[in-house]
């Protein structure tokens, strides 16, 4: 089945700093997700990104489905940030995602 | 429009017993997917319910069940419980098409004595 990497596994940011995410994916897909799991364990949707940019806020996502990966833009990082950030991608139908192993961001003071 | 809701949020149960976890999806969609969530495997996908029918499952073992009723609501059970089925269980919803975005609740955490 087809493989979610994510980097870096863990990241230590002062607040106000600006941090990257990736996504690498071993097939081709038709659509790519990003989430935010919050310390309650609820996984708030980040971004429903196939290919191209979007941005929403402090936050934008760039998929490369040619090159099979995404990244996770975060500026000015805030310590509500915090918590574990997943991308996933879909095997064989929409409802059935493969998740990567996360980032787990702690913003500090 | 409301979110979709998961009850109940917390369980305790015993081995060996049996328990149901719901799951209500957006106003309008028809697509529940259940997931379990552990320390050791992470995020991994259960099965998908559409119109009242399994469309996928993943790889657990029969102990794991699941229904969809005629309003969309879903419920999954679990029987004759192991301690290694302490997780959080998320459920998902969409529209059910072939690139829709999904939607997760807060989830259900059990814990498994």
């Known amino acids: 089945g087809i493989q979610v990497e994510q980097s870096p596994p863990d990241l230590i940011l002062q607040e106000g700093a600006n941090s990257t995410l990736r996504c690498n994916f071993s097939?081709?897909?038709?659509?790519l997700q990003w989430f935010h799991q919050n310390p309650w364990g609820q996984l708030i949707n980040l971004f429903y990104i196939p290919s191209g940019t979007k941005q929403n806020g402090r936050l934008s996502a760039t998929t490369v489905a040619t090159e099979r990966y995404s990244l996770l833009y975060i500026s000015s990082s805030q310590t509500t940030d915090s918590g574990v950030y997943f991308c996933a991608v879909p095997t064989g139908t929409a409802s059935k995602l493969t998740f990567g192993t996360g980032t787990r961001l702690q913003v500090t003071l | 429009k409301a979110g979709v809701t998961q009850t109940p949020r917390y369980l305790i149960k015993t081995r060996g017993q049996q328990v149901t976890l719901s799951c209500s999806p957006i106003?309008?969609?028809?697509?529940v997917s259940w997931y379990q969530q552990t320390p050791g495997q992470g995020l991994q996908f259960l099965f998908e319910?559409?119109?009242?029918?399994?469309?996928n499952k993943g790889n657990f073992p029969g102990r794991f069940s699941g229904r969809q009723f005629s309003n969309s609501r879903s419920e999954m059970n679990v029987s004759t419980l192991e301690l290694g089925d302490s997780a959080l269980y998320l459920c998902a919803s969409s529209s059910g098409g072939t690139r829709s975005e999904q939607f997760f609740g807060p989830g259900t955490r059990l814990t498994v004595l």
């Open positions: 319910y559409f119109s009242e029918t399994q469309r």
């Open positions: 106003s309008g969609h028809r697509s």
């Open positions: 097939d081709s897909v038709n659509n």
